[in-house]
């Protein structure tokens, strides 16, 4: 599938908002590419699928795991929309023919994150989080770092710090992957 059979086709599949934060995504995902020397096909790929679970309700997402013998934890059984991205990254294989490994592996950790991210998984994470279509408080502050830092570890760290606010302040559950990907910057860092 071309990358416009792809767009149309997701562009069928989603609700208006979650196509525009797609394509959001993939723009962003494309000038941190540029930035960070990371091939701008995949980044453009790996954020405009990022996503394409969320063609189901979140009441559904354990079911469609399942199907797809997604093993299914405690954390993502209280948090099921935890799963879209695991179940996002088998989609673009059945779906839009996607073979690519680093952009299944970009998408399957886009929500979480986890330990030893490639520069696509930070690229994907990141644009998710600052796409011009996102409005939350903070957010300005991570794009203003996007665009002064060249240093995407830095990026990353405070995004998944923030995240991790994010979260406490809902006294929320944080998954171990985001801990464990925290912590591997934190040891890792220069």
Known sequence: MTVDEMRRELQRRLKKERFAHSVGVANTAVKLAKKFGVDETKAYVAGLLHDCAREFENDALTAEAIK??????????SVPLLLHSYISARMVTEIYGVDDKEIIQAIYRHTVG????????????????IEPNRNYPGVDKLRTLA????????????????????????????HPATIDARNFLLVNSE
């Open 68 to 77: 797809r013998g997604i093993e299914v934890g405690e954390i993502e059984k």
């Open 114 to 129: 986890a330990k030893n991210m490639t520069p696509l998984d930070k690229i994907i994470y990141f644009a998710d989080m």
């Open 147 to 174: 665009e002064k830092s060249n240093d995407l570890d830095e990026i990353i760290l405070t995004a998944i710090n923030e995240s991790i606010l994010f979260v406490i302040q809902k006294n929320a559950l944080i």
